[in-house]
Each structure stands twice: as C-alpha cells, then as structure tokens.
C-alpha cells in the first residue's frame, strides 16, 4: 500500500468538480479505510465526510460548497459554509476550543510495532480491549468510558 499524505488523499477530493466522480473517489476512500481498519462501512462513510470537511475548510468557499453538495461533507468544527459566513472570528474561535474540549478522543498506544498518538475511532477491538486491561490511572479510564459512550451515541 502507497502511503500518502493528507494532501494527496484529500487534495484530489478538492479539485473535482463532478458529482459521478466525487462519488466513485469517496468509495474508494471509504473502502480502503474498511478495508484496512476493519471500521464499519458507516463508520468509515462518517470519518471520511469529517476529513474532507475539515481538509475543505482551509480551501475557497466554492470548494467548501462543492464538498458539501458532493460529498455531504460539513466543516467539523465550523458547520456549513452558509453558517460560517454568519460568524465572528470571535464566534469561530469559540467553537474551536469547544470542539477541541470535547475531541478528547486520542491515545498513545502501540500499533504496528511503532508508538502512535491513535484516534479511538480508528481503533479496533483487540486495541480497545488492550486499554482497558493494561491502565491503571482510573482517572484514564472514566475518560476513555466517556469517551467510548459519546462515539458510540453518535453511531446510533
């Protein structure tokens, strides 16, 4: 597997500018994100709106606006385009550390026999299970509860 950046991943999703395309490249990202984490179909569909809003989010109002009718991708942190233009720096600058206090969703495990800061919602279940027995702080795991309860309510 050729490994790439988030530019290249993300940087192609940006310049195409047909429905049809869009649709057959967000598929292969979304089977190669199942295929390689073992993520539900669902999962995988949702992490990669996220990714490409976020990524779309530092590009033009157009591209935001293409990506948001193509790939029903919406800004994480800032929304829809419509309702960003509505906002204040200041207003934006709130809903960023909002997001970041409740993104609190990252943990430094053990993975393919090198260190990684991991998203638990690209963990799998062996990983999952793994945290839990091998913690001791149980101020670490009422997080990791919370945390595991908040993805899960949001799958639903």
Known sequence: ??????????????QIDDAEEADAYFQQLVSEVVRTTGMTRAHAERLERNNIGYFAGYMSRDVRLRCEQFYKAIHPV???????????????????????EA???????????????????????????????????????????YALVKMLRERM
């Open 78 to 100: 800032l929304g829809p385009v419509l309702e960003t233009e509505k906002l204040t720096p200041e207003q934006i600058f709130e809903r960023g550390i909002r997001w970041a």
């Open 103 to 145: 993104s609190d969703l990252f943990i430094r495990i053990k993975r393919d026999g090198e260190w990684q800061n991991v998203s638990v919602m690209t963990m799998n279940e062996e990983e999952l299970k793994d945290i839990f027995e091998t913690r001791d702080d149980p101020r670490e795991l009422r997080r990791w509860i």
């Open 1 to 14: 597997m050729k490994l790439q950046t988030i530019a290249d991943r993300y940087g192609q999703a940006m």
